[in-house]
């Protein structure tokens, strides 16, 4: 069964939030984890969209801290679908901050990239429709996904091998 393909514009979603007291560190900052966690929500709404029903976080591919977030910024995390495959797709967030107290743009501060993996009614992988690029920087984004997911699946791979070697290495000690 093939899916009909869905543009990248899409799914794409926004979520924002100001930051309070609640989520800061203990150095005063917002804590990482309130962002994670807002790139998370925006993530899995993008995922669902284009996937058209449920779908789990499988692997956060890479966080990256750029600036720290403040007190009353108000954060604004905009993800959208770089890649799919059979029954996953990777959703790239971008997270930026502006101010409260001083007139400057909004400064770019976290960027992730997630793996998601869509579910049936019995928790089972689902097809997920194609992404269709449309702009440059959206075939950019899925050429850059494909290489990550190659590296991922390369890592995953190398880690497994190791472990067999590791215990055949073990048992053959007794």
């Known amino acids: 069964m093939t899916l009909e393909g869905r543009p990248t514009s899409a799914a794409q979603t926004s979520l924002s939030r100001i930051m309070t007291a609640l989520d800061t560190n203990l150095l005063g900052t917002v804590h990482g ?6 790139i998370d929500d925006v993530a899995g709404a993008v995922a669902q969209r ?6 789990v976080t ?3 591919d890479e966080m990256t801290f750029l600036e720290p977030v403040h ?9 959208r679908v770089n890649w799919t495959g059979r029954t996953s797709m990777e959703v790239g967030v971008r997270v930026v901050a502006e101010p409260w107290n001083e007139v400057r743009p909004a400064a770019a ?3 992730a990239y997630l793996v998601f993996v869509a579910l049936d009614e019995d928790g089972a992988p689902r097809l997920v429709p194609p992404v269709l690029p449309e702009t440059e920087e959206d075939r950019r984004r899925f050429a850059e996904a494909k ?11 190398a880690i497994l091998a190791s472990r067999r070697q590791d215990s055949a290495a073990a048992g053959g000690e007794s």
């Open 33 to 38: 984890g309130v962002i994670m966690k807002l």
């Open 50 to 55: 284009h996937s058209g029903g449920p779908a």
């Open 58 to 60: 499988a692997t956060m």
């Open 71 to 79: 007190v009353g910024d108000l954060v604004h995390a905009s993800g």
């Open 109 to 111: 501060v976290a960027t």
């Open 147 to 157: 290489i990550r997911r190659t590296h991922r699946l390369a890592r995953r791979e």
